[in-house]
C-alpha cells in the first residue's frame, strides 16, 4: 500500500494520546508523508483540521487512531467510504477494537509499505428518519424511548415479518457489534466477517430472544417519541409517528491487520 495522505486521529483529551499523535507524525513526515492532525494536536511540517469532518473532502490513503475503542469508532463514523484504518490502543479501556500498541507501529508501517497486510472489511448501518440518513455506526443503532415513565410499543419489521411488543427500546448490531451493547443484555457473540444484523430487544415485557437476520433493511415504529443513538456516541431524535429505518450502510469499515485471524474480539473478551 502506497502511503500519500494519512490523517492521525488521537483520543480527545488524552495527553498521552496527544503526545504519541505528534510522535507518529513526526516518523511518516520524515518518510515525505503528507500528514494531517486533529486540534489541538499540532505538528511542524503536518497540516492541521479542525474537526474530522473535514476528511470527507480529503483522499486519505491510511487512517491512523490512537486512542480506545471510542476513538476508532468516532474515525469511522466521520468515513463514509472505505479508507483503511490502522488502530492503536493507547490510552484506551478495553481496545478490542486496536490492532496494535505503540510499540509496534515501525513494524506496521513497514508492513504496509510491503502489502504484507490484510485488509478486514466490516459492516456498518446507518438510520433515516423524517427524510435524514444519519452517520453511518460500526457497532451498533440503539432506539429507546425518551420517557422513561410510558412503556412504549416497538414495531419492527424485516423482510415479511413483523414484531410487535412493549419494551424500552432496541438495539440493531453489526457482528462487529456483537461484543458491545448488545451483548451486555444477551445477545449473541457473532463472528465479525458475518455480513448479518442482530435485533436485539431491551427490557421486552414478555421474553423476546435477540434475533440474528440477513436484511439490508430494517424498519422501526414507535408509540412513543424516540432516541437514535449511533455507536453511543451521537444522538438523534424521532417522533411517534415517524419510521425510523435502519439498514447496512453502502460502504464497509476497513481495519488494517498485520495479522490474519478470526474472533479477534472474543479472545480480547478473554473466551
Known amino acids: 500500500m502506497k502511503l500519500n495522505k494519512v490523517a492521525i486521529v488521537s483520543k480527545f483529551g488524552s495527553k498521552i494520546s496527544e503526545d504519541a499523535a505528534e510522535m507518529i507524525s513526526k516518523k511518516l513526515i520524515a518518510k515525505k508523508i503528507k500528514v494531517y492532525t486533529i486540534a489541538p494536536v499540532s505538528v511542524s511540517g503536518a497540516e492541521k483540521v479542525e474537526s474530522l469532518e473535514e476528511f470527507s473532502k480529503i483522499k486519505l490513503d491510511l487512517v491512523v487512531t490512537l486512542g480506545g475503542d471510542g476513538t476508532t469508532l468516532r474515525a469511522f463514523r466521520n468515513l463514509r467510504n472505505e479508507t483503511p484504518i490502522l488502530t492503536i490502543n493507547v490510552g484506551g479501556n478495553r481496545g478490542i477494537l486496536s490492532e496494535i500498541t505503540l510499540d509496534d507501529f515501525d513494524d506496521a508501517v513497514t508492513a504496509i509499505g510491503k502489502d504484507d497486510i490484510w485488509l478486514d472489511k466490516r459492516t456498518r448501518v446507518v438510520a433515516s428518519c423524517n427524510g435524514e440518513e444519519f452517520s453511518p455506526a460500526l457497532n451498533e443503532i440503539y432506539v429507546n424511548r425518551k420517557n422513561l415513565t410510558k412503556t412504549a410499543e416497538f414495531e419492527i419489521k424485516f ?9 424500552d ?24 466477517s458475518l455480513d448479518v444484523l442482530i435485533i436485539t430487544p431491551v427490557a421486552p415485557v414478555h421474553r423476546l430472544p435477540s434475533i440474528v437476520v440477513p436484511d439490508e433493511k430494517i424498519e422501526i415504529n414507535c408509540s412513543h417519541d424516540c432516541n437514535i443513538v449511533m455507536d453511543a456516541q451521537m444522538i438523534k431524535s424521532s417522533e411517534f409517528d415517524q419510521k425510523i429505518t435502519i439498514k447496512k450502510f453502502k460502504k464497509q469499515a476497513v481495519f488494517v491487520r498485520l495479522k490474519k485471524k478470526g474472533l479477534r474480539q472474543m479472545n480480547k473478551l478473554g473466551f
Open 159 to 167: 423482510q415479511n415479518d413483523t414484531v410487535k411488543q412493549k419494551m
Open 169 to 192: 427500546g432496541v438495539i440493531i448490531s453489526t457482528p462487529s457489534g456483537s461484543t458491545g451493547h448488545s451483548f451486555s443484555i444477551g445477545g449473541p457473540l457473532l463472528h465479525e
